[in-house]
């Protein structure tokens, strides 16, 4: 399998805007009015990676992911368009987030994804996803399909990059 280098279709990157004072700063994370309904966030968690530690990638068969990158850290966040169905299918998308480019990302469901913290201190993650996980009450299978463990994926950057599951 072999991809091209360009923007996936569906995948939304939106610098944040910061509202600066005294205090410090504020930044909308998301709106309703701003995000199509089948993204509306259903949970959220947060997530620490440290310095040069991958998660991922993997890919979701019904949940779409929105990722909030605020630093500190910056990640390197690299996805590929596995969805036979879009018209940006086999594109490999590549964006600088975090500390130094902070903002969000709408990953929608079939885009393989992962992260590595490319900074020297480790990096804070938003991630509000439109499934909760593993459904009501943690009842249903988790919803991904990972692929760091398998040897024949076309999705590993470094393999001597030390994995975590996000």
């Not at 089948?38 to 040069?52: D, Q």
């Not at 850290?73 to 368009?81: N, R």
């Not at 399909?145 to 590993?156: A, K, L, Q, S, Y």
Request: aromatic letters at 10%; glycine letters at 8%; hydrophobic letters at 35%.
């Amino acid at each position: 399998m072999e991809f091209k280098k360009g923007t996936i279709d569906g995948v939304v990157v939106k610098p944040f805007r910061k509202f600066i004072d005294e205090r410090g700063w504020l930044t909308e994370v998301f709106r309703h009015d701003e995000l199509a309904g089948e993204f509306h966030p259903t949970m959220a968690y947060a997530s620490l990676t440290l310095p040069g530690v991958l998660r991922g990638p993997h890919e979701h068969v019904d949940q779409a992911d929105l990722f909030c990158w605020f630093g500190p850290g910056d990640f390197k966040v690299t996805l590929w368009d596995n969805r036979k169905e879009s018209p940006t299918y086999l594109h490999r998308m590549e964006v600088m987030m975090g500390a130094n480019h902070p903002g969000s990302m709408l990953v929608p469901k079939g885009v393989v994804h992962c992260y590595r913290c490319v900074s020297h201190e480790p990096g804070l993650v938003l991630n509000c996803p439109n499934q909760l996980f593993m459904g009501e009450n943690k009842r249903y299978p988790i919803d991904e399909i990972r692929h760091e463990d398998d040897p024949n994926n076309p999705f590993v950057l470094d393999e001597r990059a030390r994995r975590v599951h996000i």
